[in-house]
């Protein structure tokens, strides 16, 4: 079993940074592949980005390319997403989620555990 808690959200200003963490409980995380989502109120929870079991291969959804940053740290088991120049376009609840698998998976419904999820609130 894995328990997964994220961590950093708040509310900034339009064009700030800032760093969300999701740490895990569970000896096998290292060897999971793990991905953010994130859900606006009112929409459906969407793939973020995701990062395969040993953080070679990561993937983003096109309206982060370039801004945001998913690494992991398996030392820590930690995972990070760092979002850079950030909009109110990007306020919405994020969660991390752990797959049982190595390969990096998109689809919300590959994942096997979730956290409680963070808020981010960008303000213009």
């Known amino acids: 079993q894995v328990q997964l808690v994220e961590s950093g959200g708040g509310s900034v200003l339009a064009g700030d940074s800032l760093r969300v963490s999701c740490a895990a409980s569970?000896?096998?995380?290292?060897?999971?592949?793990v991905g953010w989502f994130r859900q606006a109120p009112g929409k459906e929870r969407d793939f973020v980005a995701g990062?395969?079991?040993?953080?070679?291969?990561?993937q983003y959804a096109d309206s982060v390319k370039g801004r945001f940053t998913i690494s992991r740290d398996s030392a820590k088991s930690t995972v990070y997403l760092q979002m850079n120049s950030l909009g109110p376009e990007d306020t919405a609840d994020y969660y991390c989620a752990a797959a049982r698998r190595f390969q990096l998976v998109t689809s919300l419904r590959e994942y096997d555990y979730w956290g409680q999820g963070t808020r981010v609130t960008v303000s213009s």
């Open positions: 569970g000896r096998t995380f290292s060897s999971y592949a």
């Open positions: 990062i395969d079991w040993s953080g070679g291969r990561k």
